[in-house]
């Protein structure tokens, strides 16, 4: 039955996520919230969607007009190198970008009856993103359950994963790494320097290298 909704980047992770609950998903949803690798995220997660023959719809969501401030954000600085748990990888926070998207996509929920909104946030990101952390995603849940008719809820299964683990799920599921994009920097290569591709290559260690490229 798909009474799911699923927020997808297009990014490792979500895509890990759809394939897996690929007959649950009945739409995804793609924010174009001005970030530097919006538009090649996006375009690989149309091409996923298409494969698995799930509804993509792009949520157009210009944070930079907004005045959020991150250098994730096309209006921002450059963006910081190295690992995640460093310091200067604060600068890519977007503020409470999940709690905005599980908003819009509680109130889509709502209005297709769809009980599940799927996220891919994992541990990776705890150290550094507030709204990837156990205790929002529980309180978050609870403020769209208690505010939906259909007590929509949010399922995130990898929350307490490493990206490494996701990756190893993908690859029993035979997840076409190379169709995912993990970049900050937006380029049509994978830098390879900033904070998710650092991250990215040790998911992946040992796995086909033409994954980090593409």
Not at 70 to 95: A, F, R
Not at 116 to 130: Q, R
């Amino acid at each position: 039955m798909r009474d799911s909704i699923i927020l997808y980047s297009g990014g490792l992770d979500s895509t890990v996520a759809l394939y897996k609950y690929a007959k649950q998903i009945q739409l995804a949803l793609s924010f174009n919230y001005g970030s530097k690798h919006n538009a090649i995220e996006i375009k690989k997660a149309a091409s996923n969607c298409q494969s698995l023959g799930i509804e993509h719809r792009i949520i157009e969501l210009d944070l930079n007009k907004m005045g959020f401030v991150s250098d994730l954000l096309t209006s921002g600085g450059e963006i910081p190198e190295g690992h995640y748990e460093e310091d200067n990888m604060k600068k890519t926070v977007v503020p409470f970008r999940n709690g905005i998207m599980l908003s819009i996509a509680a109130g889509i929920a709502e209005s297709m009856d769809c009980k599940k909104i799927i996220i891919s946030n994992h541990a990776g990101d705890h150290a550094i993103y507030p709204d990837c952390r156990e205790e929002f995603i529980l309180n978050m849940n609870n403020a769209i359950k208690s505010g939906t008719y259909n007590q929509a809820e949010i399922f995130a299964p990898f929350t307490n994963l490493t990206k490494r683990e996701i990756a190893l799920i993908g690859k029993e599921l035979n997840v076409p790494f190379e169709r995912t994009y993990s970049c900050y920097k937006g380029q049509e290569t994978h830098c390879g320097t900033c904070g998710t591709c650092t991250e990215r290559k040790e998911a992946l260690n040992g796995f086909d290298n033409t994954v980090y490229q593409t």
